[in-house]
C-alpha cells in the first residue's frame, strides 16, 4: 500500500483528500505542524508527501525548503496543492509536481500515480547507472589487476594480487587460495577484513585440503601447508560463522592442469556480475602462473610476456564491449522518453533524464579511452603518418567544438601562423590529443571565457629549455611546430602539474568533480605525442587559467625514414614477422649514379614493398630501404640480382656497395634494437667496415 503524508492544518483540505482517496489504495498520515511533518517522516515509510499550501499556521515555504535534501535522499515525491488565487511560483521549483484547486478526482490520482510511476523510473535507471558504474569500477580493477599480473614472474605473488584484486572489486569478508608450488611447498593464503580466530584458521586449512584432495591426486598433511595471513582491520574477529556467508569457489589452472584453489566468502550475496569478475580474474590469473613456471625453466620469456599484454588488451575490448552494449540500450531509452514518445515528460523528468543522458555519455568515452590505453600499452594502436600542415587538423577540431563552446558561453579564438613547414603526423590521432585539451579547456573554463589556440614554430634549444620534461636522452629535430591551447578557467596548482597526465589522475575540485572524466584524456594524449617524437607540457596558475602545449617535430627525410623503421619494428616484434634491410653506398664518379640507374630499371623492388631513403654525404650517396615480413627466399634472390646487377655496371658508373642487407627475426631481439644505431651509422657515410649479411 502506498503511504501519502498530507502537510496541512486545515480540516477542508484533509476532508478533500480523504475523500477523494475513500476507496483507493493509499495510506493517508496527517501532519498538523511543521514538527509532525519532520517525524512522520523520520518514523513512517512514506511514498509522497502532500503540501497544502492554504495551511495556516504552517510556513510551507520554510519547510519544503527542510525537507527538500531529506526527500530526495528516501526517494520520496513530493506535490504541492496549490490556491485557485495567486502563489509565489518560486515555492514550485521546491516541489515535484502541484495539483491546482478545486481538487479534481480523476486529476488527483492520476497525479499520485503519474508521481508513482515516475519515481519507479528513476529508481531503474538508478540502479542501471549503479551498475554501469560498478562495473566500470571492477574494469578499472581488473585492468590494475592485470598490469600488476604481468609485471611479476613470482608465483606467490601473482596470488597475492588476485586476491587483492578480488578483494577490491567484490569487498571480500574472506578469501583463501592454497597453492601447489611444489610436491612440498604448498602454501594457504588467507586475507581476511578482521583477523581469524584459531579455531577457523584449523577449519579453513581442513576445507582447503578436503577441496585440493578432490582435485589432486597428491596427498598433502594439515602440518605441511604453510600459511601466510593478511588482515585489514585490528577491530573484530572472524569465527566459524564465516562458513554461512555466501561463497565463491573456483580451481585454479595452468594448461589444464590444477595448480591451487581459491574461495571467497561474502557476508551479501554475490550478483551474477560478482560471479563473472571473480571467474575472470581467476582465469586470468592462469597466464601470468604459467609464465612464472616457465621463467623457472628457461631464460628468454619475453614473447611470453607480450602474449600476456596482447590478451590483457584483448579482455579490455572484451569487457568493454559488455559495457558498451548496455550502454546503448540505456540510451536509446533514454532518447525515447526524451521525444516524448512514451508520453508527456514535465521538466523536472526531462532535466533528470538529461542527467542521466550526460552519465551515460560519460561512461562510454570513459570505455574508449580505457580501449585507447590498452592498445597503446600493447603496442597495437595503429598510426597513418602522412606529411601535413598543423593548421588543418587545428582548423578543423576548433570548427568541431565552436558550437560546444558557443553553448557554453564560452569564445574560442584561433591564431595561426601561415607560414609554417608541414610535419609528418597521423592526422586523426592529432584530432584526438587537440580535441582533449581543446574540449577539456572549455570544461574547465567559467562562462563569458576564453579559450585560445595558437600554432608558431619553436626551436629545439627553446625546448631544451624547459623543465617541464627531461630530454637528456632524446635526440630532437632542429625546429618544432608548436601549438597552445590556453584558456582563463580555474587553473591547476604547480604542485599537480605532474599528475595531470598519471593514469587515472583527476585534480580535486569542485569544478572538475562536476564535469567528471576518466582521467585518461591527457595520459593517452602524452602517449600519442611520444609516438610521434614530440612532447606535450603546461603551464598554469590557479584561478587565471592553464595552457597546454604541443610540440611536433619538424622532420627531415631522414627522420621520417627512421620513424618508420622504428614503428615497424615494434610492429614486427608484435606480430612475430621480419624485418629485411639493405644499406648500399656509393661514391659519385663524373656526376653517374648507380643507385639511379638501380632505381629507374628496376634492379631491386621498388617503393610498392620497400621503404626508401637517399642521403648525399659529401662525395658519397647513401641509399637505405627494408621491408617488413619479406619471405626469405624472396629476399636472397634479389639480394643476389642487385649484386650482379653492381658487378656488371660498377665499371661504367659510380663505385657502388652494399654496406649491410641481413633479415632480421622477432627472436634476434639484439639485432633489431642495433638497427636504428647501424642506420646512425650509414647516415653518417661510414663505411670502414663493411657488415654484408645476406
Given amino acids: 500500500m502506498t503511504n501519502i503524508i498530507l502537510v496541512t492544518d486545515n ?27 519532520e517525524e512522520s517522516i523520520k518514523e513512517e515509510t512514506a511514498d509522497i508527501i502532500l503540501y497544502d499550501a492554504e495551511a495556516v499556521n504552517i510556513d510551507i515555504l520554510s519547510l519544503i525548503r527542510k525537507l527538500k535534501l531529506s526527500l530526495q535522499t528516501k526517494d520520496i515525491r513530493s506535490i504541492l496543492l496549490i490556491p485557485e488565487k495567486s502563489i509565489n511560483y518560486d515555492i514550485l521549483k521546491y516541489v515535484n509536481s502541484y495539483i ?17 510511476q515516475l519515481r519507479e523510473t528513476f529508481r531503474v535507471l538508478s540502479k542501471n547507472n549503479n551498475d554501469l558504474a560498478k562495473s566500470l569500477y571492477q574494469l578499472n580493477v581488473l585492468y590494475s589487476t592485470s598490469t600488476q599480473l604481468a609485471g611479476s614472474l613470482d608465483k606467490t605473488n601473482l596470488i597475492e594480487i588476485m586476491t587483492d584484486g578480488l578483494e577490491q572489486s567484490l569487498s571480500l569478508s574472506l578469501c583463501y587460495a592454497l597453492i ?14 578482521f583477523p581469524i580466530s584459531s579455531r577457523l584458521e584449523d577449519a579453513i586449512k581442513l576445507r582447503a585440503l578436503l577441496n585440493f584432495k578432490n582435485l589432486f591426486s597428491i596427498n598433502p598433511a594439515v602440518e605441511d601447508i604453510n600459511v601466510i595471513k593478511y588482515n585489514k582491520d585490528q577491530f573484530g574477529e572472524h569465527d566459524l560463522n564465516v562458513f554461512c556467508y555466501d561463497n565463491l569457489f573456483a580451481p585454479i589452472n595452468i594448461n589444464n592442469k590444477f595448480y591451487g584453489i581459491i574461495e571467497v566468502f561474502r557476508e551479501n550475496d554475490f550478483a551474477q556480475d560478482d560471479t563473472k569478475c571473480f571467474t575472470t580474474l581467476v582465469k586470468q590469473v592462469s597466464l601470468p602462473l604459467e609464465s612464472a613456471i616457465l621463467y623457472e625453466e628457461i631464460k628468454d620469456t619475453n614473447i611470453k610476456l607480450e602474449k600476456l599484454e596482447r590478451l590483457k588488451s584483448e579482455f579490455i575490448s572484451i569487457v568493454s564491449h559488455e559495457l558498451r552494449t548496455p550502454l546503448t540500450s540505456i540510451n536509446s531509452a533514454l532518447d525515447i522518453i526524451l521525444k516524448g514518445t512514451t508520453g508527456e515528460i514535465n521538466d523536472a523528468m526531462e532535466k533528470f533524464l538529461n542527467l542521466a543522458k550526460r552519465n551515460v555519455t560519460r561512461l562510454s568515452a570513459i570505455i574508449y579511452d580505457l580501449l585507447d590505453l590498452s592498445k597503446i600499452e600493447a603496442g ?42 608541414s610535419v609528418y603526423i597521423d592526422t586523426q590521432r592529432m584530432e584526438q590529443v587537440l580535441t582533449n585539451l ?30 617541464f620534461f627531461d630530454i637528456t636522452n632524446r635526440k630532437l629535430s632542429k625546429e618544432y611546430v608548436k601549438i597552445a591551447v590556453k584558456d582563463n578557467g580555474i587553473g591547476i596548482a604547480k604542485e599537480n602539474w605532474d599528475k595531470v597526465f598519471e593514469q587515472f589522475k583527476q585534480i580535486e575540485n569542485s569544478l572538475s568533480r562536476k564535469v567528471g572524466g576518466s582521467g585518461l584524456g591527457l595520459p593517452i594524449a602524452k602517449r600519442l605525442m611520444d609516438a610521434h617524437k614530440g612532447f606535450i607540457w603546461l603551464d598554469s596558475e590557479v584561478e587565471k587559467g592553464s595552457t597546454f602545449y604541443l610540440a611536433v617535430p619538424i622532420m627531415s627525410d631522414e627522420e621520417i625514414f627512421k620513424l618508420s623503421l622504428e614503428q615497424d619494428i615494434q610492429k614486427s616484434k608484435q ?17 653517374k649514379s648507380l643507385i639511379d640507374k638501380i632505381l629507374d630499371e628496376d634492379a631491386i623492388r621498388k617503393t610498392s614493398m620497400f621503404k626508401e631513403y637517399i642521403y648525399e ?21 634479389e639480394i643476389r640480382k642487385l649484386k ?51
Fill in 617 to 637: 654525404n659529401d662525395d658519397r650517396r647513401n641509399y637505405y630501404l627494408y621491408t617488413v615480413d619479406m619471405d626469405s627466399f624472396v629476399y636472397d634472390f
Fill in 575 to 591: 606480430e612475430h614477422t621480419n624485418i629485411a634491410l639493405i644499406s648500399l653506398s656509393e661514391k659519385i664518379v663524373e656526376g
Fill in 11 to 37: 480540516k477542508k483540505t484533509v476532508n478533500e483528500v480523504e475523500k477523494i482517496l475513500e476507496n483507493a489504495s493509499f495510506s493517508l498520515i496527517i501532519a498538523e505542524t511543521d514538527l509532525s511533518a
Fill in 438 to 467: 581543446i574540449s577539456n579547456a572549455i570544461k574547465f573554463t567559467k562562462e563569458n571565457g576564453t579559450v585560445e589556440i595558437t600554432t608558431s614554430r619553436i626551436s629545439s634549444k627553446e625546448l631544451q629549455n624547459n623543465s
Fill in 100 to 116: 491546482n484547486r478545486p481538487l479534481d478526482k480523476n486529476l488527483f490520482l492520476a497525479t499520485l500515480n503519474s508521481n508513482l
Fill in 180 to 193: 601447489l608450488n611444489e610436491a612440498n611447498d604448498i602454501k594457504l593464503i588467507i586475507k581476511s577484513l
Fill in 380 to 421: 597495437k594502436m595503429e598510426f597513418r603518418f602522412e606529411k601535413t600542415n598543423i593548421n588543418i587538423p587545428v582548423e578543423l577540431v576548433k570548427n568541431t567544438l565552436e558550437s560546444w563552446a558557443k553553448e557554453q558561453s564560452i569564445t574560442l579564438k584561433l591564431n595561426l601562423d601561415t607560414s609554417l613547414d
Fill in 644 to 694: 650482379t646487377y653492381i658487378e656488371t655496371n660498377s665499371q661504367e658508373y659510380s663505385e657502388c656497395d652494399i654496406l649491410y642487407s641481413s633479415v632480421l627475426y622477432p627472436q634476434d631481439g639484439e639485432e633489431i634494437e642495433g638497427l636504428l644505431e647501424k642506420v646512425n651509422t650509414f647516415s653518417k657515410g661510414d663505411i670502414n667496415e663493411k657488415n654484408i649479411n645476406s
